[in-house]
């Protein structure tokens, strides 16, 4: 029980990193399909496609960032398993909570989107900067549950309670 | 068959779509003097036609086969489109049962792409083994068989198989739980019995062929299309835009050219919403649906051509199209 809210705070992290990276990997799967189509009968759009194919791979990335910033603050990284009052190790679990459910789901819905844009790509080439731009729209959403997360995380380990 | 499947499959399929004729090809091939123009320009086109031949029938099958062989290379399991190519099957039955009676080569008549193997359909029919054949064809084998052993008529037989057909492309459909492929089917069928009332009623067909010829497996009422066919065309009109079919009632009205054309249109503007869809296997049905209307179109074109008709007859005649 004495470690209670240190296992309450990795889980926040652990399931930052395995949501986001989840639905990061399912997206780039996605638009990866989609891509190798377009590959397969014209290879010169490789560029185009691999563009459209990294933007839903970003939620990964932020679920990384979020559970390392917190590893890093609860000096779990360091090896110093402190004690972690259960209220924070709680806090820290739900400072989590953004970017692992929005950074999943916003992933799926870049990947459909980045996806359709592979259509464009393979039909009008010359127009694959609108849908890159409207793919990209969606990554609006996990940046600012990015910044709830990682700011929930800073103030949470630097008060006491 | 997961949605990523289909998100490659849909990739190379618009990627072919660039392939196929656009409005502006069709209005220069309309508007080609001859006919040797306008093949030349097909040819221009990549279509490989011979200016000699007047059916050029290898080319156009050369076309389909191409569509299938891009749709079997990028679905794993191409059975969600039986529906779509089902009616090849009931082809291939009707040409070997024939040519069993006639002692004709049935091999050369045999279409692809077929959900059953046409030399193994061949073999079953002249066997006799029906049993050999998959379910949906063994009983409507059976049938046409005895009735053209019974009555020899040709014409009844090819009835009871085009029924057979559209009932199971409607089956196939559903099977599909895809909404667009069971309202294509069910809008064919529709279509094919509005097509067979209307020749009958043109015909003077009786009651009782007209219960045999009209299947009924769509969304018409099957009584009431019998009904209005043995009255006349207002009548047919009426059942037809009574079941939400304006444009074919008008058709019926206008004269067969019209009517004909207005069918195809109707089952274009199911498939062409696939058009701006990223997943699923309706763009690949669509695009195999396009692949056939193009095909429709240049022999229309080129039909027209032959014949010295005029432009705008040529133009009336052309259906819509997906691209």
């Known amino acids: 029980m004495a470690n209670l809210g240190t296992v309450f705070a990795i889980l926040g992290a652990a399931l930052a990193a395995i949501l986001s990276g989840l639905g990061s990997a399912r997206a780039v799967g996605l638009v990866g399909e989609a891509g190798a189509g377009v590959i397969t009968e014209d290879p010169s759009k490789f560029g185009k496609v691999?563009?459209?194919q990294i933007l839903p791979g970003t939620q990964g990335l932020y679920g990384f960032l979020t559970a390392f910033l917190l590893l890093v603050k609860i000096n779990v990284l360091s090896g110093d398993f402190s004690d972690l009052?259960?209220?924070k190790g709680l806090a820290l679990l739900a400072a989590c909570l953004p970017i692992a459910i929005v950074g999943y789901f916003s992933a799926i819905a870049q990947g459909r989107a980045a996806a359709a844009g592979i259509g464009v790509v393979a039909k009008r080439p010359e127009q694959s900067g609108k849908s890159i731009t409207m793919a990209a729209m969606v990554e609006t959403y996990a940046v600012l549950t990015l910044l709830i997360s990682l700011l929930s995380i800073v103030r949470i380990t630097d008060i006491a309670f | 068959m997961n949605e990523l499947h289909f998100a490659y499959a849909v990739a190379r399929i618009r990627c072919n779509e660039l392939n196929l004729l656009t409005s502006a090809d069709f209005e220069q091939l309309i508007s080609a003097p001859d006919y040797p123009s306008a093949v030349a320009f097909l040819n221009d086109k990549g279509w490989e036609l011979d200016e000699k031949s007047e059916s050029n029938a290898a080319a156009?099958?050369?076309k389909r086969d191409e569509a299938w062989e891009l749709i079997q290379s990028s679905l794993e399991d191409v059975t969600i489109l039986n529906s779509i190519i089902v009616f090849n099957d009931f082809h291939n039955l009707k040409a070997a049962l024939k040519c069993k009676f006639t002692g004709g080569d049935a091999k050369?008549?045999?279409?692809q792409p077929c959900v059953f193997n046409a030399e193994a359909l061949l073999d079953a029919v002249e066997t006799h083994r029906f049993d050999l054949l998959p379910a949906f064809l063994q009983e409507s084998a059976q049938e046409a068989y005895d009735m053209l052993v019974q009555t020899g008529n040709g014409q009844r037989a090819d009835c009871l198989l085009d029924c057979a057909a559209l009932r199971t492309a409607v089956d196939m459909a559903k099977k599909s739980e895809s909404a667009m492929l069971l309202?294509?089917?069910?809008?064919?069928a529709d279509c094919a019995d509005a097509k067979t009332a209307y020749r009958c009623f043109r015909t003077g067909k009786d009651e009782k062929f007209m219960e045999q010829a009209v299947s009924g497996s769509g969304k018409l009422d099957k009584e009431a299309l019998c009904a209005a066919a043995r009255s006349g065309a207002e009548e047919l009109a009426?059942?037809?835009?009574?079941?939400?079919?304006p444009r074919l009632a008008k058709g019926i009205l206008t004269d067969s050219v019209t009517f004909e054309k207005e069918c195809d249109d109707a089952l274009l503007a199911i498939y062409i919403q696939a058009k701006h869809s990223a997943f699923g296997v309706e763009p690949v049905a669509a695009y195999y649906l396009a692949c056939e209307s193009q095909v429709k179109n240049v022999?229309?074109?080129l039909s027209g051509k032959l014949n010295r008709l005029p432009q705008q007859e040529i133009e009336r005649r052309v259906r819509n199209l997906y691209v």
Do not use: E, P, W
Request: zero cysteines; charged letters at 20%; hydrophobic letters at 55%.
């Open chain 2, 108 to 111: 050369k008549y045999m279409m």
């Open chain 2, 60 to 62: 156009f099958r050369r």
């Open chain 1, 50 to 52: 691999l563009i459209l």
């Open chain 2, 299 to 301: 022999r229309i074109i």
């Open chain 1, 85 to 87: 009052s259960i209220k």
């Open chain 2, 238 to 245: 009426q059942v037809l835009d009574a079941a939400g079919y």
């Open chain 2, 183 to 188: 309202t294509l089917a069910q809008t064919l």
